[in-house]
């Protein structure tokens, strides 16, 4: 699977939108995107996948860009409760469901 | 719906005893069962990946005569640490897959492991 690159970390105000970047330069034409998050102590919660086309559902946007290089995890208000490490993750469709974690970024969102 | 639970959520065992973890999915039937470790302020490490009904594929690195994992259900798998040791201690998630296409994960709560 394609590696990803995610910011280490980020703030955020509360009610404001937090765009969340990843990169993942080498991904090949079958591999989706997928992004999760992990509130502290718990297990990841899956957010929102796509393959080329921008998505949207009820926690958060991914727009990918048109060469598919690129990516941005929106949450249109975030709040204190959205806290968490989230992962950027490419995967290939055939890769018997596997999910290959990286670093992720620590999101801290501030009063 | 997509509820998998972790039993328990947290033990605490002796050096040289073995622990048993459950994972359930609560609501859907999973094809596919997933063991990561995680340790304090890392990310999330694939063990091992069971099919109900066949034998679990292990990661490189991962010993599997003693992380034994048995997935007999659709909606149970079970990961034994044997012999533990204070290096085993982390934080196990399990994750279920329905396979039924979208082949999205849904993860555990987790199970936080002390061996002392």
């Known amino acids: 699977d394609a590696k990803t690159t995610q910011p280490p970390s980020m703030d955020c105000a509360e009610g404001r939108a937090a765009n969340l970047p990843c990169n993942h330069s080498t991904i090949s034409g079958n591999e989706y995107v997928y992004w999760y998050r992990q509130i502290h102590s718990q297990g990841p919660q899956y957010i929102i996948h796509?393959?080329?086309n921008n998505e949207t559902n009820e926690m958060a946007s991914l727009i990918i860009t048109e060469d598919r290089k690129s990516s941005t995890l929106i949450l249109p208000h975030a709040t204190l409760r959205d806290t968490a490490v989230y992962y950027c993750?490419?995967?290939?469709?055939?890769?018997?469901?596997?999910?290959?974690f990286g670093g992720g970024t620590r999101v801290l969102v501030k009063p | 719906g997509a509820v998998v639970s972790q039993h328990p959520s947290w033990v605490i065992c002796k050096s040289g005893t073995s622990v048993k973890i459950e994972c359930r999915s609560l609501d859907f039937q999973a094809t596919t069962m997933f063991w990561y470790r995680q340790f304090p302020k890392q990310s999330l490490m694939l063990m091992a990946t069971?099919?109900?009904?066949?034998?679990?594929?292990?990661e490189q690195g991962v010993e599997k005569d003693k992380f034994l994992i048995n997935h007999a259900s659709l909606t149970l798998s079970t990961l034994t640490v044997t012999s533990a040791h204070p290096e085993d201690s982390s934080f196990y998630i399990c994750?279920?897959?329905?396979?039924?296409?979208?082949?999205?994960?849904?993860f555990g709560p987790g199970t936080r492991l002390t061996v002392t």
């Open positions: 796509g393959l080329k």
């Open positions: 993750i490419v995967r290939h469709k055939a890769a018997g469901n596997k999910l290959t």
């Open positions: 069971s099919n109900e009904g066949s034998k679990a594929t292990y």
């Open positions: 994750s279920a897959s329905a396979g039924t296409g979208k082949n999205e994960q849904y």
